[in-house]
Every structure is written in structure tokens, then in C-alpha cells.
């Protein structure tokens, strides 16, 4: 499905936590998409994600429990202080695509780092099937620094910030021809009825 791309806010204050490793590769545009179980919402208008632009908030929780074929991460960075994150880059949704077989995945693996038993985990958990969200990462250099509060600790996607961040400055990971295809490719994996 298609989503209408909006122009990026002056500023965000939700993020999304996802496995360092994945926001790593988002962030240097190895990954160009997020896969979801649930939490989409569907209205007037479709098919949704609970927010369509959000940073991208780094964690290690269950990220060794399952895995990823590639962990770049960038080593020159120096971790943060404790009790803080880097947040890395900003995430735009621009396409949703439901895919109820796990073949219709197998063409999307260079798109992003997960293992195929990751990716198989996901789609197999509670009923069959996954949401592939197609986004355009911005990356932040310096990535906006936050202190980690209570209420965006523990095992929860979506987490509110407790100021907007500006989105000034913000740099493209892919050129347009090649997010172009890559969001192609994603929309073209999509089960028709989802269509």
C-alpha cells in the first residue's frame, strides 16, 4: 500500500525501539525496512503505523536472543554516558505492505540485516503474517543525545520523548533512484488483498 509521503516535520518527539544493530543498518541505509506484528490501526484512510516519523531509538533487548546476519556497528562512535542514548536517525513511513507467506520475504533479504529465522520467528508469532513498512531514514550527524527516562524503559515499540527534537540538518541515507526501487520492491511483496 502506498502511503502518502509527508513532508518532514521541523521537529519529532517519538521514538522507536528497535536492535542497535537494526538502527545502525537503517542509519547507513543497509536497511530500508521495519518489520512490524502489530500495532497497525486500520481507519478511514487505511492501513497505519501508530506514528509515520520517528527517531530511531537503539536497544539490546532481546537482540541476543534472536539475531542479525550483520552487526556493523559503527566503531569510532563512543558510547554515550550511562543513562543516555544516541538517537541516530529519523525514520519517514513511506509504504506498508502486509505479507502473509514467508517466501514472498525471501526477495526483501538484502534489504535488511535480520537472520531468516528471525524473520521467520516474527511472521510465525500469534498468527502468520508480517507488516513490512518501507521508510526513508534521514541520519542525524551528531545524533541528538536524550536522557533515558522511566518511561521509555522495558520492552515497548513506541516510546514518547520528553522534548521534540529538531529534524534541521538531517542528511538522506540513498540517493532517490535507489530508495525509488528499494520502496518498489517492498510495495511489490505486498499479499493483493492488502493492496
Given at each position: 500500500?502506498?502511503?502518502?509521503?509527508?513532508?518532514?516535520?521541523?521537529?519529532?518527539?517519538?521514538?522507536?525501539?528497535?536492535?542497535?544493530?537494526?538502527?545502525?543498518?537503517?542509519?547507513?541505509?543497509?536497511?530500508?525496512?521495519?518489520l512490524r506484528k502489530g500495532g497497525i490501526d486500520e481507519g478511514?484512510?487505511?492501513?497505519?503505523?501508530?506514528?509515520?516519523?520517528?527517531?530511531?531509538?537503539?536497544?539490546?533487548?532481546?537482540?541476543?536472543?534472536?539475531?542479525?546476519?550483520?552487526?556493523?556497528?559503527?566503531?569510532?562512535?563512543?558510547?554515550?554516558?550511562?543513562?543516555?542514548?544516541?538517537?541516530?536517525?529519523?525514520?519517514?513511513?513511506?509504504?506498508?505492505?502486509?505479507?502473509?507467506?514467508?517466501?514472498?520475504?525471501?526477495?526483501?533479504?538484502?534489504?535488511?540485516?535480520?537472520?531468516?529465522?528471525?524473520?521467520?520467528?516474527?511472521?510465525?508469532?500469534?498468527?502468520?503474517?508480517?507488516?513490512?513498512?518501507?521508510?526513508?531514514?534521514?541520519?542525524?550527524?551528531?545524533?541528538?543525545?536524550?536522557?533515558?527516562?522511566?518511561?521509555?524503559?522495558?520492552?515497548?515499540?513506541?516510546?514518547?520523548?520528553?522534548?521534540?527534537?529538531?529534524?534541521?540538518?538531517?542528511?538522506?541515507?540513498?540517493?532517490?533512484?535507489?530508495?525509488?526501487?528499494?520502496?518498489?520492491?517492498?510495495?511489490?511483496?505486498?499479499?493483493?488483498?492488502?493492496?
Amino acid at each position: 500500500m502506498a502511503v502518502t509521503p509527508e513532508p518532514i516535520p521541523p521537529s519529532c518527539a517519538v521514538a522507536f525501539k528497535e536492535w542497535l544493530g537494526v538502527c545502525a543498518a537503517l542509519a547507513d541505509g543497509r536497511q530500508s525496512l521495519i518489520l512490524r506484528k502489530g500495532g497497525i490501526d486500520e481507519g478511514p484512510g487505511g492501513f497505519r503505523p501508530e506514528h509515520s516519523c520517528f527517531w530511531l531509538f537503539p536497544t539490546h533487548l532481546h537482540e541476543a536472543q534472536q539475531g542479525l546476519r550483520d552487526e556493523q556497528i559503527p566503531a569510532d562512535l563512543p558510547p554515550p554516558p550511562p543513562g543516555s542514548i544516541d538517537l541516530p536517525a529519523l525514520a519517514l513511513v513511506e509504504c506498508i505492505a502486509w505479507v502473509d507467506r514467508p517466501d514472498a520475504l525471501g526477495p526483501l533479504a538484502d534489504l535488511h540485516v535480520w537472520t531468516d529465522e528471525t524473520v521467520l520467528k516474527r511472521f510465525h508469532y500469534k498468527r502468520p503474517g508480517l507488516w513490512v513498512l518501507g521508510v526513508r531514514v534521514l541520519r542525524a550527524d551528531p545524533p541528538p543525545r536524550i536522557e533515558v527516562t522511566a518511561g521509555q524503559a522495558g520492552c515497548k515499540s513506541w516510546v514518547p520523548l520528553e522534548r521534540s527534537l529538531s529534524t534541521a540538518g538531517l542528511v538522506p541515507t540513498l540517493d532517490e533512484p535507489t530508495l525509488a526501487d528499494r520502496l518498489s520492491r517492498i510495495r511489490a511483496c505486498s499479499t493483493p488483498e492488502a493492496s
